[in-house]
């Protein structure tokens, strides 16, 4: 069973995390920011990973401890649910088109967190939402994943439109890396044997 809890408590933040990496996509996620709730439906939507997120957060300072954290607890699920990584494809990448906007996601589950990540905004809100929590997200979700990440905006004018493309992008690649590799089911996908 590729599935996994996380619990994270702190002095900012309460936060529960449940993941199945072979669901269907079905998301229940309540951190108490909305933006950030859409955005995360999205990840489970197109991941195919099933994702139940909730999050009790110290929002009436800001956002950013809910958003931050939140990456760190499910980048650890991941990490749970994956185990070893046998028979894993590893890899996966996705040019996403929204609207205006288009992303390019490239990633793999090597257990050596990086993050590249070459995404503007022309506004640092969407509604109440700092756009530059979408960087935080995924810079906690890679390191606590272990994750290389490269995430490319190639076109986008819109904000909304530019953070959906990047978490659907994302989405998709991750939908392929932690999708079994029928050719090589028992295998882990390293020349070092271990990930």
Known sequence: MRNAQVTRSTAETDIHVVIDLDGTGQYECDTGVGFF???????????????????????FIDDHHSVEDVGIALGQALTKALGDKRGIRRYGDCHLAMDDSLVRSALDLSGRPFLVWNVDFPTQKIGSFDTELVREFFQAFSTHGGITLHVDKLHGFNSHHIAEAAFKSVARALRVAVESDPRKSDAIPSTKGTL
């Open 37 to 59: 709730d859409h955005m995360l439906d999205q990840l489970a939507r197109h991941s195919l990973i099933d994702i139940t997120v909730t999050c009790k957060g110290d929002t």
